[in-house]
């Protein structure tokens, strides 16, 4: 019994609204003369229409809503795309920025050693953990020949050791493989600056009686054929003037961040060097020796 009047709480409000209906349109297919029927009917469904008329209303409302909030999104979409494009425009306009300030300081550079200047970007790191080298995309088809000189305007890279029509491997200071001839900038002690790995160097054949202390700036010699002279290289952090043999044992820190390096700068024309070490026959052939061995 119970499950026979489980959906007339459904079913009698439909039936209500049918025959309030029926009677609206019988009522209105009469004549207008009042009479008891009509006016009891009219009294009937007033409030019918009355309720019937807000439902329409409210639906009608929510339909319109529903519509408005897809119009809203679809806007929100929109918007979205444009702000994104945007973002990605400012992105890039930095980027842009960012790479002219650096060429800026490049080119302000050129004013240092004469000679025709190469800007190119670095492309690709050796990943080996043993050798400290960089691709470039600058090669034979630019004008860039081995051995080359690599800077930037804080300092020396290294030099060319491999080219291609359009790129070059570069060998940084750091490497094993690199050694430079250099001065000990504020008294002009000359010894050879070598490559450790990783981002040590080590001055090597400073006699025990030379002057070279922490904080002093190590620069290119350019006795060497390779950097012209007065290039940054680096700085003394440690001097250890207990270490056997007639030698000191100082530690150079690159002047050059290594690891942030975006763009070089290549001496591609530069000036015959005077072969100094031609005077030196001894000195020269330790010179080769290390060159080939970089290669």
């Known amino acids: 019994m119970k499950q026979a009047f489980e959906g007339l709480d459904i079913v009698l409000p439909v039936l209500l609204i049918i025959v309030c209906l029926t009677l609206l349109s019988l009522s209105a297919q009469r004549s207008y003369e009042e009479s008891t029927f009509n006016s009891a009917t009219l009294q009937t469904m007033g409030p019918v229409s009355s309720i019937l008329g807000r439902l329409a209303n409210q639906v009608e409302g929510i339909w319109l809503g ?9 806007e929100n979409e929109q918007l979205r795309k444009v702000i994104d494009r945007q973002s990605r425009q400012i992105v890039a306009l930095n980027e842009e920025h960012l790479a002219n300030e650096r060429l800026r300081r490049l080119v302000a550079f050129h004013d240092q050693p004469p000679g025709r200047y190469l800007s190119a970007k670095v492309v690709g790191w050796d990943p080996s953990p043993w050798f400290q080298s960089l691709v470039v995309a600058a090669g034979t088809a630019d004008g860039v020949s081995l051995d080359a000189p690599v800077m930037t305007e804080r300092g020396v890279v290294g030099r060319v ?14 490497d094993s493989a690199s050694s430079v001839d ?27 009686i030379d002057d070279v202390r922490p904080g002093d700036l190590v620069v290119t010699s350019g006795l060497d054929g390779i950097f012209p002279s007065g290039l940054p290289l680096g700085s003394v952090t440690v001097v250890d003037k207990q270490s056997l043999g007639l030698f000191l044992a100082a530690e150079v820190s690159p002047m050059v961040d290594f690891d942030r390096l975006e763009e070089v700068l290549i001496l591609a024309d530069r000036p015959k060097a005077v072969d100094w070490l031609g005077l030196a026959p001894d000195l020269k052939a330790v010179f080769e020796k290390k060159k080939q061995e970089g290669r």
Do not use: C, S, W
């Open 182 to 208: 250099a001065f000990v900038q504020r008294n002009r002690v000359n010894a050879l600056l070598t490559g450790r790995g990783q981002k040590a160097m080590t001055l090597d054949y400073i006699r025990k």
């Open 66 to 74: 529903y519509f408005n909030l897809i119009d809203v999104r679809r």
């Open 161 to 174: 050791v491999e080219l291609a029509p359009h790129y070059a491997k570069i060998l940084l200071l750091t």
